[in-house]
């Protein structure tokens, strides 16, 4: 379930509640130290992740209750402290954990995106993305420091700014952040802060299993693709399938099929298609409603691409029924 929900004009607090007497009181006891902050934020619910995103001027806060999410500072930058420990989210820099704990914050001038998740789903897709089914441990008992630019060729402060700006962008339609997989990408950024060493071996080079192995692997994700055209299949699916990471199947798709696995099932999806718009049975059916029952949701597009594949339109197919 996606939704969406505004705020505007309240005392920004680190646990990303808002409520404007208690706000306004804390604003009155606190006017010797920090001016009220105006804000302007939404929380976003993609699937198991729940993303608060908002800017507000300099502020003084107290956490009132427990809390375990991650930061990530767009723009300026916020410092939590919690007995002494002070940790510090800075553009460009670090972002930061912050585990079951109370904290006391202060921020400059600042933009950024909490983001509250579902650690068994964190750990499940960094056990894919290692293309193991050996547990993937994760420590989210300490607040800690994350970096933004852990590995010389992977940026993901860069990567975070491009997010921030497709939420901002479609926060009003949530679906369309769904059929972007942003729920997905969000877990393997976060794969990637919690767990920086496993850049090396993703971005490295390649390791290629033996050919009969892959063959074999292969074959599994091709039946389960087959089996499930009709359903959503998302590549942690298939990941889990097999055993083997994205990039392993990026690679053997390419070398089987010369096409990555996303573009195998949609050319599947539009076989399926062609022979449903000839079935005498569907006749009396709407062309994008067997589109939608295959897998589609966008009529232009799916028309396009299937134009691209048999040269003619979905509705040419049909009348001449071949």
């Known amino acids: 379930m996606l939704q969406t929900q505004h705020t505007e004009n309240f005392y920004v607090r680190p646990d990303g509640l808002s409520d404007s007497a208690k706000s306004k009181r804390h604003a009155v006891e606190s006017a010797s130290t920090h001016s009220p902050c105006t804000s302007k934020s939404f929380y976003c619910h993609l699937g198991s992740i729940t993303l608060s995103v908002g800017t507000n001027i300099p502020l003084d806060a107290h956490t009132k209750k427990t809390m375990s999410h991650i930061m990530l500072p767009i723009t300026g930058c916020v410092v939590y402290e919690n007995q002494g420990n002070k940790l510090e989210a800075r553009a460009g820099h670090t972002g930061i954990f912050l585990a079951n704990a109370k904290f006391l914050s202060k921020t400059n001038n600042y933009s950024g995106i909490n983001v509250h998740f579902d650690k068994f789903q964190l750990m499940k897709t960094a056990r894919m993305m290692m293309g193991t089914q050996e547990s ?156 939608l029952r295959c897998g589609f949701n966008h009529a232009g597009e799916f028309s396009k691409q299937f134009g691209l594949q048999y040269g003619a339109s979905p509705s040419e197919v049909r009348s001449r029924g071949y």
């Open 136 to 291: 993937a441990e994760i420590n989210f008992s300490n607040e800690r420091h994350l970096f933004l630019n852990p590995y010389p060729t992977f940026s993901f402060d860069i990567a975070l700014k491009h997010l921030h700006s497709v939420i901002i962008h479609n926060h009003a339609q949530p679906e369309i952040l769904r059929l972007l997989g942003m729920e997905e990408l969000f877990y393997r950024y976060m794969v990637f802060l919690f767990k920086p060493e496993l850049l090396p071996s993703i971005l490295g080079p390649l390791t290629v299993l033996p050919p009969q192995q892959c063959l074999s692997k292969l074959d599994e994700v091709c039946d389960f693709i087959l089996t499930n055209l009709r359903g959503v299949i998302t590549l942690p699916d298939l990941e889990a399938q097999c055993g083997l990471s994205v990039r392993t199947l990026q690679y053997q798709f390419k070398k089987r099929f010369n096409c990555t696995p996303v573009e195998w099932i949609r050319k599947e999806r539009l076989k399926l298609v062609y022979l449903e718009l000839l079935a005498p049975e569907n006749k009396s059916t709407t062309i994008f409603c067997i589109a």
